[in-house]
Nanobody
Framework: QLQASGGGLVQAGDSLRLSCAAS????????VGWFRQAPGKAREFVAA????????YYKDSVKGRFTISRDNAKNTVYLQMSSLKPEDTAVYYC???????????????????WGQGTQVTVSS
């Protein structure tokens, strides 16, 4: 089971850190991705953390602003978001995948387990 948390209402330029905590399984055995869904839009890939080599992969529009990382001791994956923009407003979901090909992790159909989502709202 995955539990996403850390969302909130912030102003443009602020930072937030989202957490994806796992229970019942070790996130070290999964690649973990973050996706988001804005109102009226399809869910989209944001970032991924490869389970084996710790490589990371980002949507172009968040590169340099978002950082995905994993804390093995806490069995948690984080998404540190900085310089937030109103267009980052969405429900953010974390998901776990057994996929080993980094570029494939942008596809939500590669993920087997999903968290419930956490709302991020960025005001201008």
């Amino acid at each position: 089971q995955l539990q996403a948390s850390g969302g909130g209402l912030v102003q443009a330029g602020d930072s937030l850190r989202l957490s994806c905590a796992a229970s019942g399984r070790s996130l070290r055995t999964y690649s973990v991705g973050w996706f988001r869904q804005a109102p009226g839009k399809a869910r989209e890939f944001v970032a991924a953390f490869h389970r084996s080599n710790s490589n990371t992969y980002y949507k172009d529009s968040v590169k340099g602003r978002f950082t995905i990382s994993r804390d093995n001791a806490k069995n948690t994956v984080y998404l540190q978001m900085s310089s937030l923009k109103p267009e980052d407003t969405a429900v953010y979901y974390c998901a776990a995948s057994a996929q080993l090909i980094l570029s494939s992790l942008r596809s939500e159909n590669q993920y087997h387990y999903w968290g419930q989502g956490t709302q991020v709202t960025v005001s201008s």
